[in-house]
């Protein structure tokens, strides 16, 4: 999560449980041969669940790979360390659990969708954030049936964006499209996706525990990214032909969200004593992320405080909307919630923090504020098609609605 080595004693990532913070270097590459460190299921396995499926929305994938009368989980289900939820336009919730499964929630239960080869912890057996880290499902997937995963491959050295084929619940033709820097050490390894209304793929990159990379926009670390959904760069993106890079200055993105207007908010998490931060506190929230624009660290922390070597937060560069200044958070994902949503959360952002559960936000002068939702919102949340919240901790998924 973003430096956790220096506050473990947070709600227990401690016990080899945590994700989020590390080292590394370079620029992406695109891949197009088929990933040969993901293992895609033929044979489903379910897990428990805990209660039954809501009433389901109208089919709308094709066969003989669609599936029909389906519908996300009515209540509580079991999972291990689900990292990151997302929904397929057909109802279905997928969800990665940090070990290299995907499941997909399918006839009423979760049943194994595809695994990539995986680590979670360093060599030595010590504290890492590597892991199946993110994951996203194509706007388009009623004609294409594509599935996106962020993870940290087994060798310790690369990170990969996934792409796999759903046919009727199996994850089939996977393809690591995307090749980041992983890091030498634990932490701050980003790894979230989301879309946007244009159909690019956004991706979250930590910097790596190199925090001078978060201001070196030739460098994907300490970014959020954007690409085509086949992996390639767009010729829109702000910093010239081939740079994936589309914002800069972060420490650690765990969170990422987009809007259906294109509005894209992260969540970052703040210093523990890097680059000569302080050492607990200042995670931080950017509720409208700028084509371009960069967010100041390693030069300031939090509400703009500078950093010992630094001498401003540089030119033009902008400050997060919401920062836990002296206290810790550690922020996760987030989600936009429309304005049918479960009420007290209708047309909020929301994110989830490993400290202190859901936030909701609320827009303010001259900084956004958050009030407490469910405590047990640690790791991700997003909304379903019946409108209701999908969250997780680090053994189940809930609903809120």
Not at 89 to 95: H, N, S, T, W, Y
Not at 132 to 138: D, K, P
Not at 334 to 342: C, I, L, M, W
Not at 360 to 365: A, F, L, R, T
Request: aromatic fraction near 8%; hydrophobic fraction near 30%.
């Amino acid at each position: 999560m973003g430096g956790m080595r220096g506050r473990r004693a947070v709600a227990g990532w401690l016990a080899g449980a945590c994700l989020l913070s590390a080292c590394g270097g370079g620029r992406s590459r695109n891949k197009t041969a088929a990933a040969t460190s993901t293992t895609p299921t033929t044979t489903p396995t379910s897990v428990a669940t805990t209660t039954t499926a809501t009433s389901a929305p109208a089919a709308t994938a094709p066969a003989p790979c669609g599936v029909s009368g389906q519908a996300p989980p009515g209540g509580t289900i079991a999972a291990d360390f689900p990292t990151a939820l997302a929904f397929a336009p057909d109802g279905r919730l997928f969800f990665a659990e940090r070990s290299g499964t995907v499941r997909v929630y399918q006839d009423g239960s979760a049943r194994q969708f595809a695994t990539v080869s995986t680590v979670t912890s360093e060599s030595g057996g010590g504290y890492s954030e590597r892991g199946l880290l993110g994951l996203a499902v194509s706007p388009t997937f009623a004609q294409d049936r594509f599935v996106y995963a962020f993870y940290s491959s087994s060798d310790r050295s690369h990170q990969y964006v996934v792409r796999w084929t759903d046919c009727g619940g199996v994850g089939t033709k996977a393809t690591n499209i995307i090749e980041l820097p992983a890091g030498g050490d634990c932490c701050h390894k980003g790894g979230r996706l989301a879309f946007g209304p244009d159909g690019k793929l956004f991706v979250t990159l930590g910097e790596e525990h190199t925090a001078s990379a978060a201001q070196n926009t030739s460098d994907v670390r300490g970014k959020v990214l954007r690409y085509n959904p086949d992996g390639s760069v767009p010729a829109d993106n702000p910093f010239g032909p081939g740079n994936p890079v589309w914002a800069f200055g972060l420490r650690n993105p765990f969170g990422l969200a987009v809007s259906p207007s294109g509005q894209v908010a992260v969540t970052n998490n703040g210093p523990t004593g890097d680059a000569g931060s302080p050492g607990t506190g200042y995670d931080t929230l950017i509720v409208s992320v700028g084509r371009g624009r960069g967010y100041q660290w390693p030069n300031c922390y939090g509400y703009s405080h500078p950093n010992s070597s630094a001498t401003s937060c540089g030119a033009g560069q902008l400050p997060p909307d919401w920062s836990s200044e002296a206290s810790t958070a550690v922020p996760t994902g987030a989600a936009f919630v429309d304005g049918s949503g479960p009420a007290g959360y209708a047309g909020h952002l929301v994110f989830c923090s490993f400290g202190a559960g859901m936030e909701v936000v609320s827009p303010g002068s001259p900084h956004a504020t958050v009030s407490p939702g469910p405590p047990n919102c640690r790791l991700d949340v997003k909304q379903g098609p019946d409108h209701a919240l999908y969250f997780s901790d680090t053994g189940h998924i809930y609903r809120l609605g």
